[in-house]
């Protein structure tokens, strides 16, 4: 059974820092690329950050560049998102997602989401 578990979201004050975890299993990790988005109330869900399979190669939203960081741990089957100088409009529900070609197709799955509030 494949599941992605989100975890490490809460509120914080303008400036502070979250680091979100996303626990995988039930598919081979290390053939997926690793993804967050988020989706804040009355907006379309976003790409934030990519990580490929191997970890090599990464890729930011433009509102993100310089203040998140997504890392992976093929030991722990986990992907991370740190975010710094988080802002008001951080607000989101997040979304951790894997992606990767596997039995024969495309696989595409998501996770639960975890709420990030960064407000005074």
């Known amino acids: 059974q494949v599941q992605l578990v989100e975890s490490g979201g809460g509120l914080v004050q303008p400036g502070g820092s979250l680091r979100l975890s996303c626990a995988a299993s039930?598919?081979?990790?290390?053939?997926?690329?690793m993804s967050w988005y988020r989706q804040a109330p009355g907006k379309e869900r976003e790409l934030v950050a990519a990580?490929?399979?191997?970890?090599?190669?990464?890729n930011y939203a433009d509102s993100v560049k310089g203040r998140f960081t997504i890392s992976r741990d093929s030991a722990k089957n986990t992907v991370y998102l740190q975010m710094n100088s988080l802002k008001p409009e951080d607000t989101a529900v997040y979304f951790c997602?894997?992606?990767?070609?596997?039995?024969?197709?495309?696989?595409?799955?998501w996770g639960q989401g975890t709420q990030v509030t960064v407000s005074s």
């Open positions: 997602n894997a992606k990767g070609w596997d039995r024969g197709a495309t696989q595409n799955y």
């Open positions: 039930g598919f081979t990790f290390s053939r997926y690329a």
């Open positions: 990580i490929s399979s191997t970890g090599g190669s990464t």
